[in-house]
């Protein structure tokens, strides 16, 4: 039998308050129930929350932060549906743009050797990858990875499950919103969490 006490403290979380939280630091940009603080940019219906997941169902355009962040550590556990899927997380990027934005960087999330690569969207960067390293890091679609992404000052840096994978030392842009990008494939994702890093 349950004692009175336990039993209350249970009911009292209510349905899907036993998510874990964010790391110490860090905050939740994804509560696991609702699209809250995100808006939709040259996209519809394509983005949605499905048993406490965050789904990138095909289409186009993009799901941006409602904040901008500059100097941040971010962290997205996810998985590719869709085996070969192209996608990309957006950093520091303007919300200007006919389909995707276009002033900001883009960290590559391609279901291959590209993942983690830094892009600039509308604007030239520098950046180094390390393919092998991908190939030897990442999972298969339908397996989770984490993603970690670094940016201080002009410097970012990409982990995959551990493994760094880019970096580059060419962001111009301070400032911006992270955004996740469609670009026709199913990804899921379990967690986002970031957290500010001081200058």
């Known amino acids: 039998m349950i004692p009175s006490t336990l039993l209350l403290a249970v009911l009292a979380l209510g349905p899907g308050d036993d998510r874990p939280k964010a790391p110490e630091g860090f905050t939740a940009l994804f509560d696991g129930k609702s699209l809250d603080g995100w808006k939709p940019v040259n996209t519809r219906d394509n983005f949605l929350v499905r048993d406490g997941l965050l789904v990138m169902n095909r289409g186009s355009g993009w799901l941006a932060t409602e904040k901008t962040f500059g100097d941040f550590e971010l962290r997205l556990r996810y998985r590719f549906v869709t085996p070969g899927v192209d996608s990309g997380v957006f950093i520091r990027s303007s919300l200007e743009g006919k389909n995707w934005t276009n002033k900001g960087y883009q960290v590559q999330n391609m279901d291959n050797e590209t993942l983690g690569m830094v892009v600039g969207m509308g604007l030239k960067v520098k950046s180094e990858k390390k393919p092998d ?11 989770w990875n984490d993603l970690t992404i670094v940016a201080k000052g002009k410097h970012a840096e990409v982990t995959l499950n551990g493994k760094l994978v880019a970096t ?24 986002i969490d970031i957290k500010p890093l001081d200058k």
């Open 133 to 143: 390293v991908v190939k030897a890091a990442k999972k298969p679609a339908g397996e």
């Open 168 to 191: 580059s030392d060419d962001l111009q842009v301070a400032d911006g919103h992270i955004g996740l990008q469609a670009e026709g494939g199913i990804l899921e994702f379990q967690r």
